[in-house]
């Protein structure tokens, strides 16, 4: 472990989350905020932390793999702790641990809140709750790469140990114009969003607000009522589809952009999802018509913008799902473990995973039928190694650890099986909104100090895909290695 490279690291970190609060500053010197204070207070504490860090020199600058798990998994975490500081200091969440839960959410693209008034909220703090979303999506050290190049040797280690799916990599051969070109394309739609949102009707600052929550898949809103509280066709519509594009591999654009068009319906996990989430919306719509919604077009409305919301672990809502039928639920409880695809801003387990487990599951069918057979699994025209086999069944028997040890420690709220359950869920993959206590018109303020602690961390061991936490918690981890 480089230790002073990681430390240094980490300083770099906090200083870009301390600019990174500048437009939120912005935005409350322009409205008046009560917090424009709390934002300036802010960004000289997180300033002043990192600075003295970045000043560490190491003899080597090279990242090795468990440099970049240590700093992601610390790096996440410290951007949590700093990043609820404008709530703590503005007062809009006294509480130190409502606060950490809400950046977490914010920062993991949860969308989870513990805040049951948010219109009466300053507009700096709604921006920067809302911000929190467009910087997390891409990813913080994706970033942080990508205006920050030369932060040493081996950097693609933190590259893979934050960028989703199980098989992160390298669009062209330099790391930092990977993240540059990632983030060129992320800020492009984020852009073409807020102008459609806005020429829907919806104010400029209500489009940039929903705009970082669709983008990043995270799902927070200015409006208590989310998304529905508009009313609005139009801007459900256009939610609708740029939830659906950012659930979606980022690569594929790229390559689209490259020129080949067809590369997203080439691609057998963009495919994989499509048919999930257009199945999903039928089978919804047969279920809502005539039992919730008179209208078919309104059954289908509704189906369709809640499949995607909840497949792309964005979280916004525009009926409350939880007087559906158990039917419906049940789907999209199930779409809550199904999560993006590699490579996008979603969260959960992913569907190039499930993917891989429905071949490896058809695979050891066959060679019950034929025993002497030998049988390998393919993805994309391509033969997939066993290692990385053994990778996604490891990581799907993780992901079910956590969960039910998630579960258990929330149990101990004693509330309904669908709070418990479906608030580890939620949170864990990134969803936000659950059912019962913490359904589409509820939220987490409920829940225990432990319970918030607990769903925090599901947020952030969620949003890294297990492996950096867990690993944060092995005493062989953190063993000097001579280099």
Not at 40 to 64: Q, V, W
Not at 69 to 80: N, P
Not at 98 to 104: D, K, L, P
Not at 182 to 192: D, E, K, P, R
Request: aromatic share 12%.
């Amino acid at each position: 472990m480089n230790f002073r490279v990681v430390l240094r690291v980490l300083g770099i970190i906090l200083v870009c989350e301390a600019l990174l609060m500048l437009p939120s500053l912005v935005v409350s010197v322009y409205y008046r905020g009560e917090d424009i204070a709390a934002f300036g207070s802010s960004i000289l504490i997180t300033a002043l932390a990192g600075i003295p860090l970045t000043c560490i020199r190491a003899s080597k600058n090279d990242i090795y793999a468990r440099d970049g798990f240590a700093i992601v998994a610390l790096g996440w975490i410290l951007l949590s702790l700093f990043g609820s500081l404008p709530f703590v200091i503005s007062g809009a969440i006294p509480s130190h641990i409502n606060a950490f839960f809400e950046a977490s959410s914010g920062f993991t693209t949860t969308g989870a809140s513990i805040l049951t008034q948010i219109e009466g909220l300053p507009k700096g703090i709604l921006f920067w709750r809302s911000f929190t979303h467009w910087v997390g999506g891409m990813g913080v050290i994706v970033f942080t790469l990508a205006i920050l190049p030369s932060i040493g040797a081996g950097s693609l280690q933190m590259m893979k140990a934050e960028s989703p799916g199980p098989t992160p990599g390298k669009i062209v051969p330099k790391v930092a114009e990977t993240a540059k070109i990632l983030y060129s394309i992320y800020f492009a739609i984020t852009i073409l969003e807020i102008i459609l949102l806005r020429i829907a009707g919806l104010p400029l600052f209500d489009s940039a607000i929903h705009t970082f929550g669709t983008v990043g898949t995270g799902g927070f809103s200015n409006m208590n009522s989310s998304v529905g509280s508009y009313n609005n066709l139009t801007v459900e519509i256009i939610v609708t589809i740029f939830t659906f594009i950012c659930g979606a591999n980022f690569t594929l654009y790229y390559q689209m952009l490259k020129g080949d068009l067809c590369a997203p319906f080439k691609d057998e996990e963009f495919r994989f999802y499509l048919r999930t989430v257009i199945i999903a919306i039928i089978l919804i719509t047969i279920n809502l018509y005539g039992n919730v919604f008179s209208s078919i077009w309104e059954s289908l409305r509704h189906s369709s913008f809640q499949v995607v919301s909840i497949i792309s672990t964005t979280g916004y809502v525009t009926s409350n799902f939880e007087e559906w039928g158990m039917f419906s639920k049940i789907i999209l409880f199930m779409l809550m473990f199904v999560g993006g695809c590699a490579g996008s801003t979603g969260g959960a387990i992913k569907n190039i995973r499930f993917l891989l487990l429905f071949k490896v599951m058809k695979r050891e069918l066959m060679q019950v039928i034929h025993p002497k057979a030998v049988y390998s699994i393919r993805f994309g025209g391509r033969a997939v190694n066993e290692k990385t086999i053994s990778e996604v069944l490891g990581f799907f028997f993780m992901y079910i650890i956590v969960f039910i040890t998630a579960v258990l420690i929330v149990s101990l709220d004693n509330l309904d099986w669908a709070t418990t359950i479906s608030s580890v869920a939620a949170t864990i993959g990134n969803v936000g909104p659950g059912f019962g206590v913490v359904g589409a018109a509820g939220n987490y303020s409920t829940l225990s100090n432990l319970s918030k602690i607990v769903l925090s961390m599901c947020m952030i061991i969620g949003r890294l895909e297990i492996y950096p936490i867990l690993l944060l918690g092995m005493p062989s981890f953190w063993k000097r290695i001579n280099i």
